[in-house]
């Protein structure tokens, strides 16, 4: 079992900053992938970044130059830095957890963008 907590989550105005963060604790596999989503009202949950243990990145072409996606392995937590927020970046932030035998998701944590 992976348990995931996120924080950093909040309101803050468009063109402003926030990072996210997403812990894991419980049984971490030496192969994974963590990541971002997000879901807004009405809609689907859509990828943000994705994150290999090795460090490979991948983004949304919506977010990227924006968002930066980082892990410190160490503490098995996984960050989100987003830039330049824009109020349809607001959302419910996922934190994701995914191994050979695993997949667990956080809770989520609210994103709003709006002055």
């Known amino acids: 079992q992976v348990h995931l907590v996120e924080s950093g989550g909040g309101l803050v105005q468009p063109g402003g900053s926030l990072r996210l963060s997403c812990a894991a604790s419980?049984?971490?596999?030496?192969?994974?992938?963590m990541g971002w989503y997000r879901q807004a009202p009405g809609k689907q949950r859509d990828l943000v970044a994705t994150?290999?243990?090795?460090?490979?990145?991948n983004y949304a072409d919506s977010v990227k130059g924006r968002f930066t996606i980082s892990r410190d392995s160490a503490r098995n937590t996984v960050y989100l830095q987003m830039s330049s927020l824009k109020p349809e970046d607001t959302a419910v932030y996922y934190c994701?957890?995914?191994?050979?035998?695993?997949?667990?998701w956080g809770q989520g944590t609210q994103v709003t963008v709006s002055s």
């Open positions: 419980g049984v971490i596999g030496s192969i994974n992938v």
């Open positions: 994701n957890y995914v191994s050979l035998i695993r997949d667990s």
């Open positions: 994150i290999t243990a090795g460090g490979s990145t």
